[in-house]
């Protein structure tokens, strides 16, 4: 069997990879998975010629794509026989959710974990980062853990206050999801699985930690996070998380 000509970049943390990531196994189509060391990311972006260095990028026969929007884009018009769209019956629509799921919750709820995990317990963050690594890039993380961690507080603007300030924007958020889904409608346009749906579901996926994720099994909440987390479990957007999940990853 060959092997598949597309190879995904990602960080196994990253929910914006595992959106990537999720979007291109419901499309049916296959690629190699390349976990990435932090840092390291933005010079082999430059080397394939992507036009951004943030995971994920897909490096595929056609060339280089960046971000997991674009990476959905790419993927719909490959769809393997029988595979559904994402796109939805209203695509606007569906984009205009994506990109606030993308701009907000995806950046706060990444913002209200990191400012608590890495300032307090730097150290539980780690091996999600190193353990589907190779031996040498795995020994790379470990070692230069203690330089990599400041680069990140300083590259996401990290602290208490920041933290508290992202926990708020991502409530108000929750609010709206719950809102919308108010009437009992199956997906959050309707009766229709689609590429926000996927977005929803894998941003907020860290609040919920659903069994069928492919990479959470290993993820460590801080202790503060753990209370608000089990305080917001009856949430109706993220027992909806839960759901999406079980039925469409
Ligand atoms: N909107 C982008 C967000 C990508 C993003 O923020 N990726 C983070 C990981 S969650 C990253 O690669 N950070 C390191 C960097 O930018 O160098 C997408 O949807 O792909």
């Given at each position: ?103 907000v919750?995806?950046v706060h709820i990444r913002r209200y974990y990191y400012s608590d995990a890495l300032l307090s ?29 400041p680069?990140m507080i300083a590259g996401m603007d990290l602290g208490p206050a920041q933290g508290a300030q992202s926990r708020e924007r991502m ?51 801080p202790?503060a996070l ?24």
């Amino acid at each position: 069997m060959t092997s598949p000509a597309s190879k995904l970049y990602v960080f196994a943390i990253s929910h914006y990879c595992e959106k990537a990531r999720w979007a291109l196994d419901h499309f049916g189509i296959a690629y190699r998975l390349q976990h990435t060391v932090p840092g390291l990311n933005r010079a082999i972006a430059k080397r394939l010629g992507a036009a951004a260095g943030s995971l994920p990028f897909l490096a595929a026969a056609d060339g280089v794509i960046a971000g997991s929007g674009a990476i959905i884009d790419w993927g719909e018009s490959r769809r393997a026989p029988g595979r559904a769209s994402l796109a939805g019956s209203d695509p606007v629509e569906v984009l205009t959710l994506e990109r606030r799921l993308d701009q907000v919750a995806g950046v706060h709820i990444r913002r209200y974990y990191y400012s608590d995990a890495l300032l307090s317990d730097p150290a539980s963050v780690r091996p999600i980062f190193s353990g589907d690594l190779p031996l040498l890039p795995r020994l790379a993380v470990t070692l230069g853990w203690g330089k990599i961690v400041p680069k990140m507080i300083a590259g996401m603007d990290l602290g208490p206050a920041q933290g508290a300030q992202s926990r708020e924007r991502m409530l108000g958020e929750l609010d709206w999801l719950d809102g919308l889904l108010a009437d009992g409608r199956a997906y959050l346009t309707g009766d229709t699985f689609t590429r926000a749906d996927l977005t929803a579901a894998s941003l907020l996926a860290p609040l919920v930690n659903p069994p069928q994720h492919p990479t959470y099994a290993g993820l460590v909440m801080p202790p503060a996070l753990e209370a608000d987390i089990a305080g917001w479990r009856t949430r109706p957007v993220l027992q909806w998380v839960s759901r999406v999940y079980a039925a469409n990853r």
